[in-house]
C-alpha cells in the first residue's frame, strides 16, 4: 500500500470515529468544569474540598447523562 492509500485510510478512522471522539471530549470538559465550579466555590466559602467533591459529582453525572443522551437518539 503506497502513502496516499494508507492516508485515506486513515481519513477514513478518523471520519468513523469523530462523533466518538466527541462525547469522549464533552464528557471531560462537562468533569472539568463543574469540578472548576466547585473549586471556586471552595476558595470563595473557605471550605476545604466539600464544593469540588460535589462539583465532580454532579459533573460525572451530567457526563453520564449526556453519553445517554447521545447513545440512545441513535
Same mark, same amino acid.
Given at each position: 500500500m503506497?502513502?496516499?492509500?494508507k492516508?485515506k485510510?486513515?481519513? !477514513?478512522?478518523l !471520519? /468513523?470515529?469523530?462523533?466518538f471522539? !466527541? +462525547? *469522549? =471530549?464533552s464528557?471531560f470538559? +462537562? +468533569?472539568l468544569?463543574?469540578?472548576?465550579?466547585?473549586?471556586?466555590l471552595?476558595?470563595?466559602?473557605l471550605?476545604?474540598f *466539600?464544593?469540588s467533591l460535589?462539583?465532580?459529582?454532579?459533573?460525572?453525572?451530567f457526563s453520564? =447523562? =449526556?453519553?445517554?443522551k447521545v +447513545?440512545? !437518539? /441513535?
Amino acid at each position: 500500500m503506497n502513502f496516499i492509500g494508507k492516508i485515506k485510510k486513515f481519513s !477514513n478512522i478518523l !471520519n /468513523k470515529s469523530a462523533p466518538f471522539l !466527541n +462525547i *469522549v =471530549y464533552s464528557q471531560f470538559a +462537562i +468533569i472539568l468544569l463543574c469540578s472548576f465550579i466547585g473549586y471556586l466555590l471552595d476558595g470563595w466559602l473557605l471550605t476545604d474540598f *466539600v464544593f469540588s467533591l460535589i462539583g465532580l459529582l454532579i459533573g460525572l453525572i451530567f457526563s453520564f =447523562y =449526556y453519553l445517554a443522551k447521545v +447513545i440512545w !437518539n /441513535k
